[in-house]
């Protein structure tokens, strides 16, 4: 049943039965106290402890009354010593409120003329029953409650508890309809600090966004992006973790698995929870779940031997002892989390050892707290047995018994409990120092302390500030929550085998804004008593030179790492993005850093370039040498019938267009460009110029030989010296216009890739198209005549090596075309280089090749008979 109707079927309660209509005055029909402790006083104060965890059953026959009945103390799904743990505790906080009382009326300063009471009552741990509790204490045990109608006082104005979250939320929302405050030592619930729903609630323990933002603090700090999630099914764990997952929404923690810890059903889910935990990647686990929640998960823990877990435990079970046990310890040893700060309360410790149950005869609960101790028979309800030895429960020795006693006398919720009550009464105290005519009511009205109301109470209590006697400054800010102060505490063993909760660090948030959060991560032992944090990953951190990509369908802390494209870098572990170098860099190899890119051009020093100028070198010695066989054979059949001055100027030719190769090899310069397409262009146009005219007079030469025929007289030496002139100055022409209106320049490629490539950029697209396509123009009108006369009959065809040396010549030019387009920086200047030579050692070699062989090796063919024979 929700706590909605819960507080609906009270509210009727309160209106039906405290209320009753039909009668003169109003009557309780029962009185729903379970057991209470009850002192008098001139203030009451409440005070609600869940001394037992489980209630009794409800009343479910409404047409009688029920009897009286008491909580419960066992459950089978916790084992004996768990329960004497949480009896003790609580039971122990309702002494300390006691304690607290009696050192308030003992104080001179404090309440002068003013005595306090208590009446204190177990909540049983269950909403059901919290509320009946309180709705006891304000009723009183009176039966008559009202003379005339529902309207006087209520017997108790203040309220001490309830401690867990979700008793507080019903108790503070029932009675902020009657302006009566509660003030908790235990509920953290941050949905306590909506003041428009609970205007009447105060707490003396910190709420749970700021232990949210601790966790949340310490996930980041350790690097664990990948926790499992453990709460409690109800309002603490489901606000805690949402606080949580709040404080985490801008970072990189993901949630590998959330579970809830039933309140029923417990053999079912348990161990569905206990399969999810070993096989889960997650090595972190947070908890948000009450004591008794986490003890029957912890103990399922233990007994399936999981150890390689690291428990991050909030304040409600990280000093709890009966998890601490030794043999838990293999499994929960390392536990890390945040603790309520300590505070040393003067004289607690003698208070709670040294009362007997013949000192407290009125007290219900003392002698239940005997048995469980010691479990020994008692003489007279007074004493224990003096020959009887003590059969302890849960412990092993009466030094435990003892150390339990001194880690109580301490505690972090008892020291909580304490500042309740003096924070109660200071506000009574203030309220005493009230001078007429300068209050804070009506008119300057100060209240009645005769007559106390629950609302003046309230007034004060939202002002209190006061140091208690550990020293300890109280107050609440503008959102009536106390200061937030944690240590942070660590699971370590000690030198008897025992857990120590040792102080590794703490967490303050003085102004409820700026936190401060200090661990000594030297002092931490991890989970499993490792030394090293442990990693807590759903994907391992990308290295640099990688970026994260995150995996399809999955969380964002789980990604592939991927190594950063060409020309960018990620150089920080974990990086989402890869950055892109700057102008003149690029990547090294493994994407770390970026370095300048490197220089890349055609150079002597390289091995192609050596290769290229040595082949360039080459063909003009090669040329030089056919010059010189024909300079010494000037007078031979052979050269004197293939014209010899043409030969010559042909020969100087070739030597330009193997000169030429050079000018391309070397870093790129404006002169380097402008020379190098224009030499190019100028040495090939006179070369194919010669070949042309020597194709035009051997084939006139034979046409001429008709009868008849005087056309010889127009192709000799000087009409050919023109034509070649004339051939040659259009070529200059083309070349100085391109120089002229948009010359060659260098030019710097960079691109996708991790060079710079220095080349030489054309400039005018057309005047680099016009000196190729004039060249091959020349080209195929001397491949064309040249093949008309390959047949022409002649010992020594002239043609018909001109025809083949125009083939190879269109052929490489023809092939350099798709090569040069498609080649990659300095390739492109090598193809060009290579057409060139290759173009020119064939000419060469075709031409004269043939001749030099006659001159050299058979001179007996080198005379005017065999040059005539036909």
């Given amino acids: 049943m929700g706590v909605r109707t819960w507080l609906q079927q009270w509210v009727l309660l309160v209106l039906g039965v405290v209320c009753g209509l039909a009668d003169s005055s109003c009557r309780l029909l029962e009185t729903p106290f379970y057991q209470s402790l009850y002192k008098e006083g001139d203030v009451i104060i409440g005070g609600l402890f869940p001394v037992h965890l489980q209630p009794p059953e409800p009343n479910l026959d409404f047409t009688q009354q029920a009897a009286p009945s008491q909580c419960q103390n066992l459950s089978h799904f916790y084992i004996s010593f768990f329960f004497l743990s949480f009896f003790l505790n609580s039971y122990y906080y309702m002494q300390t409120m006691i304690f607290a009382v009696e050192e308030i009326n003992r104080n001179p300063q404090l309440l ?78 941050a949905c306590l600090g909506d003041r428009q729903k609970y205007p009447t609630f105060f707490r003396t323990v910190p709420s749970d ?43 990189q923690v993901c949630v590998a698995f959330s579970e809830v810890i039933p309140k029923v059903n417990l053999e079912k889910s348990i161990p569905r929870i206990m399969e999810i935990l070993k096989h889960s990647t997650a090595k972190v686990i947070v ?135 003096y924070a109660i009464a200071h506000a009574i105290h203030n309220m005493l120092s009230c001078q007429p005519g300068h209050g804070p009511f009506e008119n300057g009205g100060c209240p009645d302390v005769t007559n106390l109301q629950p609302w003046q109470i309230l007034h004060y209590l939202r002002n209190v500030n006061f140091t208690t006697p550990a020293g300890e400054a109280i107050h609440f800010d503008k959102n009536v929550e106390p200061p937030a102060a944690y240590d942070i505490i660590n699971w370590q063993v000690g030198v008897h085998g025992m857990v120590e909760f040792v102080k590794v660090g703490e967490f303050d948030s003085a102004d409820g804004s700026h936190s401060k959060f200090d661990i000594n991560v030297t002092r931490v032992v991890w989970g499993g008593g490792q030394n090293e944090v442990p990693v ?52 090294n190899a493994a994407r770390t850093t970026c370095i300048p890119k490197e220089v890349e051009f055609l150079s002597f020093q390289e091995t ?23 300079f010494f054979h000037w007078d031979t059949p052979l050269v004197k019938a293939n014209n010899a001055e043409l030969s010559f100027l042909l020969l100087l030719s070739l030597s330009l267009c193997f000169l030429c190769a050079l000018a391309f090899i070397g870093r790129p310069s404006l002169w380097s460009c402008m020379l190098r397409h224009t030499l190019f262009g100028i040495s090939f146009v006179l070369c194919i110029s010669c070949v042309l005219s020597r194709t035009v007079v051997v084939l006139v030469a ?17 009409q050919q010296r023109l034509a070649i002139s004339l051939c040659t100055s259009v070529q200059v022409l083309i070349c100085v216009l391109w120089l002229v209106l948009s010359p060659p320049i260098p030019a710097e ?122």
Wanted: aromatic share 10%.
């Fill in 209 to 251: 966004a700021f232990q949210a933002r601790a966790i949340a603090h310490i996930l980041r700090l350790f690097g664990w992006t990948w926790v499992g999630v453990v709460m409690g099914d109800d309002d603490y764990g489901k606000s805690g973790i949402q606080l949580l997952l709040e404080e985490l929404q801008n970072s």
């Fill in 536 to 587: 807590s990953v759903c994907s391992m951190s990308c290295s640099p030179g990688t970026r994260k990509a995150v995996q399809k369908g999955k969380p964002i802390c789980c990604f592939d790492c991927l190594p950063c494209a060409e020309g960018e870098i990620s150089n920080t572990t974990g990086s989402t993005e890869c950055q892109k170098c700057p102008d003149r860099f690029w990547s």
């Fill in 702 to 718: 034979f046409r001429a030989s008709v009868p008849g025929s005087n056309i010889m007289q127009y192709f000799g030496p000087v």
């Fill in 112 to 189: 002068p003329n003013l005595t306090l009471g208590y009446a204190l009552t177990d909540t049983c741990f269950k909403e059901r029953t919290v509320l009946g509790a309180a709705l006891g204490l304000v009723t009183g045990k009176d039966s008559v409650v009202t003379s005339s109608r529902c309207g006087r006082t209520p017997k108790v104005p203040v309220i001490v508890g309830d401690g867990p979250s979700s008793g507080s939320i019903v108790v503070a929302h029932t009675l902020s309809v009657f302006r009566i405050p509660t003030v908790s030592y235990a509920a953290t619930c």
């Fill in 287 to 421: 908890t948000f779940a009450t004591a008794p929640d986490m003890h029957v998960l912890l103990m399922e823990v233990v007994r399936q031997n999981i150890t390689d877990k690291q428990w991050i435990a909030t304040e409600s079970w990280i000093t709890s002892r009966p998890m601490s046990s030794p043999q838990n310890l293999p499994s929960l040893r390392g536990t890390i989390g945040l603790a309520l700060r300590k505070g040393n309360i003067q004289g607690l410790r003698y208070f709670l050892t040294e009362f007997r149950p013949k000192d407290r005869p009125s007290d219900p609960f003392v002698k239940e707290f005997w048995e469980f101790i010691f479990r020994c028979s008692f003489r007279n309800d007074s004493s224990p047995s003096p020959s009887a030895k003590p059969q302890c429960t849960g412990f092993e020795s009466l030094g435990e018994v003892e150390s339990f006693y001194s880690d109580i006398s301490q505690q972090r919720t008892t020291y909580s409990v304490y500042k309740a009550v």
């Fill in 608 to 630: 192609m370039g050596i290769i290229l100028a040595a082949l360039s070198v080459s063909g003009v010695v090669l040329t030089g040498c056919v010059i010189t066989t024909y």
């Fill in 749 to 870: 490629i960079q691109g996708r890739s991790a060079k710079i490539i220095l080349e030489c950029d054309v400039g005018s697209g057309a005047g680099f198209a016009c000196v190729l396509g004039y060249i091959g123009l020349l080209a195929a009108t001397c491949f064309l005549l040249a093949f008309l006369a390959r047949k022409l009959p002649d010992n020594f065809n002239e043609a018909k090596f001109i025809t083949f040396s125009m083939l190879i010549f269109c052929a490489v030019w023809i092939t350099f075309i798709p090569a040069y387009v498609s080649s990659p920086g300095k390739y492109t200047v090598a193809v060009e280089i290579f057409a060139i030579l290759a173009s020119s050692y064939g000419l060469l070699l075709c031409i004269f090749a043939p001749k030099c062989y006659i001159i050299l090796l058979r001179p007996d063919k080198n005379t005017k008979k065999k040059m005539m024979a036909k």
